[in-house]
């Protein structure tokens, strides 16, 4: 009944699909991810930005600022690793299959163009909407 759907529907089926897999990875990230301290870590960032712009004359000074900000970053970038470890067998998985099942209909070449332009709408609303860092 599914593979029917697909079929009569190709370009709806491709954006449902995208929705449901990019809400997962973000729900994995939300709740497998220290969401408090990484936007502690987002708004220390900010902080540093601003004072890079503010020490536009002293390049010693914003160095420093940088330094601490790649550390910062480097934090941050921990944590985002658990969710990703998380959700990538099973997208490995998942793009093996869509591809198969996307390879007897009319957008076989434009697939993967739809889901991603699908996943990035849809990552940056779940995103506001869930509060997600």
Wanted: proline fraction near 3%; glycine fraction near 4%; avoid cysteine.
């Amino acid at each position: 009944m599914i593979k029917e759907l697909i079929f009569l529907y190709p370009k709806t089926s491709i954006v449902i699909i995208s929705f449901l897999i990019t809400l997962a990875m973000t729900l994995v990230t939300k709740y497998f991810s220290n969401q408090v301290r990484m936007k502690e870590l987002k708004a220390e960032q900010k902080k540093h930005q601003a004072s890079i712009k503010e020490h536009k004359g002293n390049p010693d000074k914003q160095k420093e600022i940088q330094k601490e900000m790649m550390k910062l970053s480097m934090e941050l970038m921990k944590y985002s690793f658990k969710p990703m470890l998380i959700t990538f067998l099973p997208i490995i998985i998942i793009f093996w299959w869509i591809r198969g099942i996307y390879s007897g209909t009319t957008i076989v070449t434009t697939w993967l163009w739809w889901y991603i332009g699908t996943s990035i709408a849809s990552s940056m609303v779940l995103r506001k909407v869930l509060k997600v860092v």
